[in-house]
């Protein structure tokens, strides 16, 4: 079954980075695109990029254009999402979440992963 | 930009049928997606192209669309069905969800 595996929780400083990563199994890694969403506490659900797995083209929200990074290992079948010169209100839930495999739309989600920006 | 407009709450009575809309000046031309979203969980994707409803997800989850707007219809609420509920077009490959909507169930 597929799986979305993400790493754990962070906390970091004003400024720092953060790198989360979401490991799939289940399914071809290569053949589904992955895409990042995150949600700040009580707020609605962000999207921020996307990656094909496959030829590793990217594209980003173009709010955090320039901070954002997303990438993968194919050999590890896992997507990163890093986020640059974090500010509080990077402060959210960030979710991975593939597109199609079964639906054409988001059908399955990792488990999310918190980041806390705290000075 | 463009956005997806949301109520933030929707009530409802156990048994009742609830609707949810989603309005947008490009929904006309693109298919709605809906996610449910409990506390403290990932979202689940209940509709995808305005009306096909996944495997899984219980028969009482509708969708519908007309004009600039999607609705998702529950019929005959449960009070699991308690959560919030979100809107989602893809403009491309990108997305672009609503601002979701707090449903009670009283």
């Known amino acids: 079954q597929v799986q979305l595996v993400q790493s754990g929780a962070e906390v970091k400083k004003p400024g720092a980075s953060v790198k989360v990563s979401c490991k799939a199994s289940?399914?071809?890694?290569?053949?589904?695109?992955m895409h990042w969403v995150r949600q700040a506490p009580g707020h609605r659900l962000e999207w921020m990029g996307w990656i094909n797995a496959g030829s590793g083209y990217t594209q980003n929200s173009q709010k955090l254009q320039g901070r954002v990074t997303i990438g993968w290992d194919t050999s590890a079948s896992t997507a990163y999402m890093e986020l640059s010169n974090l500010k509080s209100e990077d402060t959210a839930v960030y979710y991975c979440?593939?597109?199609?495999?079964?639906?054409?739309?988001?059908?399955?989600w990792g488990q999310g992963t918190l980041v806390t920006v705290s000075s | 930009s463009y956005e997806l407009a949301q109520p933030p709450s929707v009530s409802v009575s156990p048994g009742q049928t609830a609707s949810i809309p989603c309005s947008g000046t490009k929904l006309g031309d693109k298919y709605a997606s809906w996610y449910q979203q409990k506390p403290g969980q990932s979202p689940v994707l209940v509709i995808y192209?305005?009306?096909r409803r996944p495997s899984g997800i219980p028969e009482r989850f509708s969708g519908s669309s007309s004009g600039n707007t999607a609705t998702l219809t529950i019929s005959g609420t449960q009070a699991v069905d308690e959560a919030d509920y979100y809107c989602?077009?893809?403009?491309?490959?990108?997305?672009?969800f609503g601002g979701g909507t707090k449903l009670t169930v009283l």
């Open positions: 289940g399914y071809i890694f290569t053949n589904y695109p």
């Open positions: 192209h305005d009306t």
């Open positions: 979440a593939t597109r199609g495999y079964m639906y054409d739309s988001l059908d399955y």
């Open positions: 989602q077009v893809w403009d491309a490959s990108l997305a672009l």
